[in-house]
């Protein structure tokens, strides 16, 4: 399921792209919004893997927003203006629907962006590992981590900072799905869309933060709020 959200200022323009995907086998509508600014910090929160954007917009239009994210979904930009067409293929933009869109040209622009986003979708589907260690790959070395060494893991663009208990952190080209799929769940947990704590290590949680020392505060989000608190209340002694 692509995972989807739809930006544009006109309302009935926005209802109509939110049903168009809503109908759609294969897309799943995580949100829509009226403006560029009130997506920015959902996606702040929450992975998504392709944007409807519409490009004339208000306060910040659409190619703009694109181009300020420093790790932006897949986007099919919409318009009533085809001038813009070049300019939204500059910043790699899936395809370009030109208003009134009908469902087929939809339809067609949705195909495109699932054949784009299939490898992305099946990566690492079975990803099998361990309780004890894994081996990641960092500046040209191999190196192995114990899991037990492990504080929390904090996504970075297409980085992954792995913390650990008495050792500076260590980057690894990854992507946080694979490093979710390989990690036990009864260790580790992901409580935001950058973030993975090892469980084992919590000690304090205040605010709707975990805190592991006086600097680091790790932000529990909205997408995870619920489990997480699963996870408080089935260890919680009264």
């Not at 070395?141 to 260590?170: A, C, V």
């Amino acid at each position: 399921m692509i995972r989807c959200i739809a930006i544009d200022d006109e309302p009935l323009a926005l209802k109509q792209i939110a049903n168009y995907i809503e109908k759609t086998p294969f897309l799943s509508l995580e949100n829509q919004f009226e403006s560029a600014i009130q997506a920015i910090s959902f996606l702040e929160e929450n992975e998504v893997d392709l944007m409807f954007v519409d490009i004339n917009m208000p306060d910040l239009n659409g190619l703009d927003f694109v181009k300020s994210l420093s790790n932006a979904p897949k986007v099919i930009f919409t318009t009533a203006y085809s001038e813009y067409a070049i300019e939204g293929f500059r910043v790699d933009a899936i395809d370009y629907l030109l208003k009134p869109i009908g469902y087929s040209e939809f339809l067609k622009a949705a195909v495109k962006a699932k054949e784009r986003l299939q490898p992305k979708i099946e990566e690492n589907t079975e990803v099998h590992g361990n309780d004890k260690f894994l081996f990641i790959k960092s500046e040209y070395k191999i190196l192995r981590i114990n899991l037990s060494d492990i504080r929390f893991i904090e996504g970075m663009r297409e980085y992954l900072r792995i913390h650990l208990q008495s050792e500076k952190p260590i980057m690894t080209l990854m992507s946080m799905k694979k490093m979710e799929q390989f990690l036990s769940p009864d260790h580790f947990m992901r409580v935001h869309r950058s973030y993975i704590v090892n469980l084992d290590k919590i000690s304090t949680v205040e605010r709707n933060r975990i805190v592991f020392d006086k600097n680091i505060y790790i932000p529990i989000s909205e997408q995870y709020k619920l489990k997480f608190q699963k996870y408080l209340d089935d260890n919680f002694l009264v």
